[in-house]
């Protein structure tokens, strides 16, 4: 019954981005549920991937940025169990998986970017895309210029009738605090300056950090 529902929820929303006022995710299961709920959305995620990859298709996306995307679902499972020692997803939340695999978020090199929208000052709700560090190793500058460059190609070639005013990143790595204990000269330090803080009573969510796109 809960497989039927989630897959049915992947089709109905593929290739929707992340809407203004959020995607709530799915609950992680309790352990005693044993390997059936541990696996539940990993057998989601394999059954969507014909349809996510014919939506990537139509999409004119390349197998490697497809494949690239993912393939973060493999990261996902190693840490699983590396932090959990429990085989499968079941014991965490799913939120960046299944925008995943309904071709809102792209891995672009270092950084992943998911598609959404935000409502700025009261105007009009504007494209933005959401800005992710998957655990892949340091947050490099030139590595991340990279992505940033790659990704203002690539949206608008892909998804022109999205047209993106920022990037915005909601992470642990912008908590101001970080400053206070790394050098200026630190990965982490130098990414929190692509940005800028604003504040909740500027937008209709949570605190977003924008950086012009």
Partial sequence: WVFERIYRDMLANM???????????????????????????????????????????ERGISDEISWGSLDRFGQGLSIHRAMTGVSGLGLWAQWGYPMCFRGADYQIGRLSFNRGELSFLGRTRTHVLNVHVPPLGPVDTDACDESF????????????????TFFVCHSWLMDDQLASYLPESSNIVRFQHRFKLVQTSELETSDNFILNY
């Fill in 15 to 57: 290739g929707r981005g992340e809407p203004v006022d959020g995607f709530k995710g799915w609950p992680a299961f309790p352990a005693s549920t044993g390997p059936l709920g541990m696996h539940l959305y990993v057998w989601l995620f394999l059954a969507v991937v014909p349809e996510v990859r014919r939506f990537h298709a």
């Fill in 149 to 164: 460059a790659l990704a203002r190609e690539f949206f608008p070639r892909h998804f022109p009738e999205e047209p993106v």
